[in-house]
């Protein structure tokens, strides 16, 4: 069964840094283009990041960009966010997706196909 496993959320002070990691059970998602949302209590899903199937094109939400920075290795099947500069609204589980399509661009109207399960991120005191 295809698999996306994140790991690396937790919680950290305002001003903190944090890096998820997404894990693909297939090696086929190295060409599938990826990326990240958020789900916080009471709002809805946002999306937060993405990246095109070689790594050469990152897109964001206006609300992370210049803190957050998406990438992969995909000779490791893994998606990372590295997210800096944390602020307490940037608190939710962040979910890595992947859509089902080869060579994708990753754009930000990308419909995904693959959903991991979320790892709680918390940005607090």
Excluded at 9 to 31: H, I, N
Excluded at 98 to 117: I, L
Aim: overall charge neutral; hydrophobic content about 30%.
């Amino acid at each position: 069964q295809v698999q996306l496993v994140e790991s690396g959320g937790g919680l950290v002070q305002p001003g903190g840094s944090l890096r998820l990691s997404c894990a693909a059970s297939e090696s086929t998602f190295s060409l599938y283009a990826m990326g990240w949302f958020r789900h916080a209590p009471g709002k809805e899903r946002e999306y937060v990041a993405s990246i095109n199937w070689s790594g050469s094109n990152t897109y964001y939400a206006d609300s992370v960009k210049g803190r957050f920075t998406i990438s992969r290795d995909n000779a490791k099947i893994t998606v990372y966010l590295q997210m800096n500069s944390l602020k307490p609204e940037d608190t939710a589980v962040y979910y890595c997706v992947a859509e089902r399509r080869v060579f994708g661009s990753g754009s930000p109207t990308t419909s995904y196909d693959y959903w991991g399960q979320g790892t709680q991120v918390t940005v607090s005191s």
